[in-house]
């Protein structure tokens, strides 16, 4: 199952209390002061994991709580501290504040780490009050309390290229054909239901990721199909991709469709390089193709003619893809 948001409280551990105490030992009948210090509490870390690709984890667990630092002992000995915690997220992974909506960091690279909830700091016996003119403080402090945050995660996928065409495009089929990914493929709308990654090798020791986004139809910023819950997928890429069907009855009309859903969901995707595939073409007589490639699209963008079912036209659009990335 893919989950792209989740919600979470956290909370660090708090410290422990100082204490007081006085040493007590045989034929020391009036022994100073020797309570020791509070431990600290447990931190709470989150870190990014590229073994991870979804937040589905945080439907399950959403309370993550470090333990608290333990009191401190006689003869001085200091409580022990609690064990910090670590959550693991996928890389992409936004955090905000859910109450403020403010943003507290964006884990992209593997290992990329925050202490989100610094554990309470652990409180002072008595030995620590102790001083020439006061030989037998009858003082000590409590340890800090933790912190505690509801918290809102947001997943990003990380890709160069995001595939976007109206439903039944063929995006899940030519990510299947350039990559080792098997989305499920159907011949009707609305197959894809949720993002897919694929990795293309294009020669050795170069690749490049793509992202299958579900399908968009006019009015998915309003909620209609599949709405735009998956866009936020495409933010982070490079190039844009539009997928066009060579038999539908407007493929320019079908464009500007695409081109408006993204406008409306946010304007800067729009002006991310953009590259366009007229898919399907092994469907069309010569005579259909040459009407096709009189269509002119805005900004004389490049047109590429494929079929992922013969592989028409393929190698040359990974080759194009990888260039511009590069």
Known sequence: ??????????????????????????????????????????????????????????????????????????????????????????????????????????????????????????????????????????????????????????????ADVGLVGLPNAGKSTLI?????????????PFTTLVPNLGIVYFKENASFVVADIPGLIEGAHLGKGLGIQFLRHIERTKILLYLLDSTSPDILHDYNILKRELVLFKKDISTKLSMIAITKIDLLDEKEKSKLKKIKFPKAMKVHFISSAIREGIDNLVSQLWKNLT
């Open 1 to 158: 199952m893919f989950i792209d948001s989740a919600k979470i409280f956290i909370r660090s551990g708090d410290g422990g209390n100082g204490i007081i105490h006085w040493r007590r030992e045989k034929f020391i009948p009036k022994g100073g002061p020797d309570g020791g210090n509070g431990g600290k509490g447990g931190d709470v870390f989150i870190r990014a994991n590229k073994q991870l690709s979804t937040l589905l984890d945080f439907k399950y667990k959403r309370k993550y709580i470090a333990k608290n630092g333990n009191q401190g002992e006689g003869s001085n000995k200091e409580g022990k501290s609690a064990h910090s915690i670590t959550i693991e997220v996928p890389c992409g992974t936004i955090i905000r504040n859910f109450e403020t909506k403010d943003l507290i960091t964006d884990l992209i690279v593997d290992g990329d780490e925050i202490i989100i909830a610094e554990g309470g700091r652990g409180g002072r016996g008595n030995s620590e009050f102790a001083t020439p003119s006061n030989r037998a403080p009858r003082i000590c402090t409590p340890g800090t309390k933790g912190f505690e945050l509801n918290l809102e995660l947001e997943l990003k996928l990380l």
């Open 176 to 188: 299947s054909t350039i990559s080792h990914a098997r989305p499920k493929i159907g011949s009707y």
